[in-house]
């Protein structure tokens, strides 16, 4: 996120004279005006007033540095000579040789090594400094119209291989810079001095349509940095429901002006602005927004309980109330549980102890945990998992994966299997699911569930061929040979006789059936 | 060095000789000898341009990461940060600065801004009391960086959230100035056309600034005849979907950042078995790619189920000794058939070629019998794969997909979740309320409340929505622009559809039909997909008139605005190709994406998002 880019400063003395000029002028015209234009002090906070330019070193400065950079490069004829080795040709770094992030790395750690060194005192070598190329032109340079003289020059001389003929770009100087020495610049011009990196006093800009006028050129512009530059001079000069409403009906100012409040960390004003702009929801997630840098859980916690009150959407206010149930249900959790498996009473945890604290996790983690620790908890508890389920409407489906990937890991298969187990109204027991059982089998084989518990969801995999595929990846020959015996399938299981142990009970089973008359088998 | 950069239509090479000088200029400003402080971000865009020995030719001594605190001693006259204009680093120079006086007195200290210097940047020093410490403030325009013979990037990341969320149009100011440096080195470009408000607004800004500088004339016979300027946003579903093309699955699985790909240590220890494992590398090892490589420019843009045969093809020229050699591996996950590829840089390693092979051709039969149980990755792959194409063909678009649902019940990483459902709704025009509902829901559940953030970002994107009108007008411009071809020719391409095996990337298709027979012809279409459609004209002084030889190829700019995947820029070199098109085409771009890194861009704190 790049905020917006400035304008330049030109350091060129003469301009920083002139530039002083034109501020004490402008103080003068500023006393005049205020006698007379009273009803601009509307738009005018002049307690805030002071001369607001780009650029505001003084030629003493300018001097100061002049007179440094002279003594630096005197300097220069006393300098180290550094006699860095030669770089190595092979680096297992990640980084091609001679890259420069890989060069960054290397010189900044050779330089820990000199460091370590001792030091000894410095012998003044004599470094010549290199000749400064005068030749050719550097995109800058035409761009900013630094050509000297304004002549063509070819880019031939400074690109070896190039044939073609190039001449200065159209680039080359605009209109307006001739315009340099002219003091009275119209609000146009003036967003055109600042998109050239030049300095421009926005100060005499003073009445409220001045100032939206230089906005406007400012937006027409598409400078994202005049654009800015304009408005923090109107955020300065302008009260703050003026500013608001004019913004309002200049979208693209309004934008960027957010994002400058934003870039600048200035929450309060920034939901000042969205509020005055009815842009509610806007603010609700701004609001929330910040709770993710509130590292303390109760202040957390207290925070997100303070924003159930913002005017969120419908269905964000109902995600919002569940985060702050979350967190609240979670901060007890873990009080409850740490001190359980501090006391060593509790074997659950003395056998698998916990590696995090639950704080801040997921809802479906939190469900997964509690699936663990507290499964066979009475409904009424903050950590049972029917509770959770009940208080957050999990969806089925949620929280039988859920469960069952929690069970499974502790390898409490009878849990699993009481989580499929449905009675009807007769009192027969069946297998429901609402999840594939392909899925399931997944679960359990990754927790690697024995065959004797794969079995008795593989046989309940609906698809036949997903069946029997599943079947033999997992050695459940019984499933094998019955699908197949079910589907008639005599070439297959036939085909199947020599996967199975030679003299095993399976292939005693295949031949029986092999050799049944009543099958009728379809090959 | 770079001499892969001048064997295009265009020579690329002239911008980044530009560009060179200028930063040699530059240095040479800061006389004396030099440390330079990098914001880290920087040293990927700027390794296209220069290496380091350009920098030491300069006196460049040390070179020392940003970072907070005090600076690194070295004993150099000048100090030079190398920024990007962002407050926070303002902070981290300030800091630096401060703790120097303390301890040195006479080094100089520079700023060099990339891309633009910084009213609010250099505010926030004056601020920090630092702004009087620094001899030369100077920006280093950096706009369009030169990425291969026929590809320019901005290298700006964050160009789609600041156009598309947050409405800030800097990056498209840059892009207008980058296209105007363009112009200037290779000529006026006569014809512009753009689709969308990003595209309206950047040829507004060319044409504006060329009146600015009306007077003098461009003298350089134009290279390019004509400028397209495409936003991301009429085209949301390219990227969402996963690319089939060999450069663009190795970016969708290790990602592709400035040009370098980053492998894992481990995929260069397969070699050496038995030996001791002392001696392996640690640390990932990064591999540049471009068309300087003959092999890899031969391959990379061939559909992954064509490159086997390729490489095959290459081998038994290269050599055929090690034919037998792992023939014994069955299953190559998709992660091992991309891992071959270092050996690449060294195609002269015989063996290279054959390595691979074995893998793609697993991966190629794979997808034609779709499998059975989803475990391994390559197995994950193809479901995935499935359900996009499902999606890109219409099917069930309406309803909550099982697939998406398995997903988040397995917790897999949110960002897949995130661009599945993101397709779903482009290509049903929106969700339906309930179906909406329903997936914010598992996901917050799932992946966290703090998610809705992100959730919201994404609507205001456009990416994710509910449906408001009953009329999905996504079958008809499926229709109108054959996005789905049903016979994708993967092998012998004589479409684009084969970069997405089977979806041919609407943006393309639009350049395509630009070309021939024109956009009238799709009136109706461009009236459906967002922002405006435009063309606008920009003389030429009469002696640059090119007088085209009979046959001649035209060129085009396309700049995608917010973002290109490299199966799109595959998709354009096979128009480039093709014999009968008369069109060759040069692409430009604020930032190469991939599904995955543009959703990332439009996360609020994405780091958070691992569970």
Known sequence: MLISKTTQCSYTPTVHRYQKEIQRQDVYHFNNMTKSKADEEDYWNSSKFKAFTFDDEDDELIRLKESRQAVNSIQRLVEEDDDEDDVEKVSWSGEPVGSISWSVKETAASNQRTDREPAFPKIPTDTPSLSKSQSGYSLSSLFKGKTKGGNFQSFTDTLSDSSIRLYAPELRKPKSEYKDYVSDWSPEETIQRLQQGKTAPLEKFRSLQDKLLLLDFAVSAHDGNVITAVLIYLKRTLSKEVLFRELESRQTALRHFIHYLTETKDQRLLLELLRALGRTEDVALLQYKEHLSIADENKRRDFLKSCLSLPFSAEDSAHVQDHYTLLERQIIIEATDRQAERGGKVEIFQKFPRRASILNMPLITTLYYCCFYH?????????????????????????????????????????????????????????????????????????????????????????????ISLAQKHKCHDIVINTYRDMKDRQQLLGYRGKVGRGSAEERKIDELLNNQQIRWKN | MAAHLSYGRVNLNILREAARKELREFLDKCAGSKAIVWDEYLTGPFGLIAQYSLLKEHEVEKMFTLKSGRLPSADVKNIIFFVRPRLELMDIIAENVFSEDKHHSSR?????????????????????????????????????????????????????????????????????????????LYGTIPQIYGKGDCARHVANMMLRMKREFAGTQNQIL????????????????????????????????????????????????????????????????????????????????????????????????????????HN??????????????????????????????????????????????????????????????????????????????????????????????????????????????????????????EHILTLNNLEKGGLLKPQTSSRNNYPTIRKTLKLWMEDANEQNPNDISYVYSGYAPLSIRLTQVLARPGWRSIEEVLKMLPGPHFEERQQLPSGLHKKRQQGENRTTLVFFLGGVTYAEIAALRFLSQMEDSGMEYIIATTKLVNGTTWIKSLMDRPESQTP
């Open chain 2, 222 to 325: 134009p290279v390019f005849d004509t400028l397209l300027l495409l936003d991301r946003n009429v085209d949301l579903l390219t990227p969402l979907a996963t690319q089939l093309t060999y450069e663009g699955l190795i970016d969708e699985i290790y990602g592709i950042n400035n040009g370098y790909v980053k492998l894992p240590p481990e995929k260069f220890a397969q070699k050496k078995q038995g030996e001791a494992s002392k001696d392996l590398p640690t640390e990932p090892k990064k591999l540049q790619l471009n068309s300087a490589e003959e092999l890899y420019a031969e391959i990379r843009d061939k559909n992954f189920n064509a490159v086997g045969a390729a490489l095959s093809k290459k081998a038994k020229i290269i050599s055929a000794a090690f034919e037998e050699r």
């Open chain 1, 375 to 467: 499964y066979s908890e009475p409904e009424g508890t903050y950590s049972s998992p029917l509770n959770i389920r009940q208080a957050f409407k999990i969806s089925e489906k949620q929280y039988f994966v859920t469960a069952l990937a929690a069970r499974a890991k502790l390898k409490a298969w009878l849990d699993v299997d009481a989580l499929f187990t449905s009675r009807n109204w007769l009192g027969f027991t069946r297998k429901k699911s609402p999840l594939s059982f392909q899925r399931v089998v997944d679960v359990l084989q990754k927790n690697s569930a024995p065959t004797q518990v794969l079995q008795d969801y593989v046989g309940l995999v609906e698809d036949p061929d997903m069946r």
């Open chain 2, 108 to 184: 100089d200290f520079h700023i060099l801004f990339v891309p633009r210097r910084s009213m609010l940047c250099e505010q926030r020093l004056k601020e920090q009391g630092v702004l009087g410490s620094f001899i030369n403030i100077d920006e280093y325009i950096l706009d369009l960086i030169p990425y291969d013979g026929d590809l320019l990037s901005m290298e700006y990341e964050s160009a789609f959230r600041e156009c598309y969320l947050e409405n800030d149009q800097t990056s498209l100011y840059h892009t207008a100035k980058g296209l105007m440096t363009l112009q200037a």
């Open chain 2, 328 to 449: 014994a591996k069955t299953v190559g996950e998709i992660k091992q058939f991309v891992s071959q590829l270092p050996h690449m840089q060294a195609a002269r390693t015989p063996c290279f070629p054959t390595l691979l092979k074995n893998e793609i051709q697993s991966l190629s039969n794979n997808s034609r019998q779709y499998p059975v149980s989803p475990v391994s990755a390559s197995e994950a792959f193809f479901d995935n794969l499935t359900v996009e194409q499902e999606f890109m063909t219409g099917v069930d678009t309406d309803k909550v997909n099982t697939y998406i649902e398995d997903c988040i019940a397995q917790k897999d990483p949110l960002i897949k979740i995130l661009r599945l459902v993101c397709m779903q709704s482009v290509c049903n025009n929106g969700l339906k309320q309930k179906v909406l509902d329903y997936y914010k829901r598992e996901i917050l559940q799932t992946y966290g409340y």
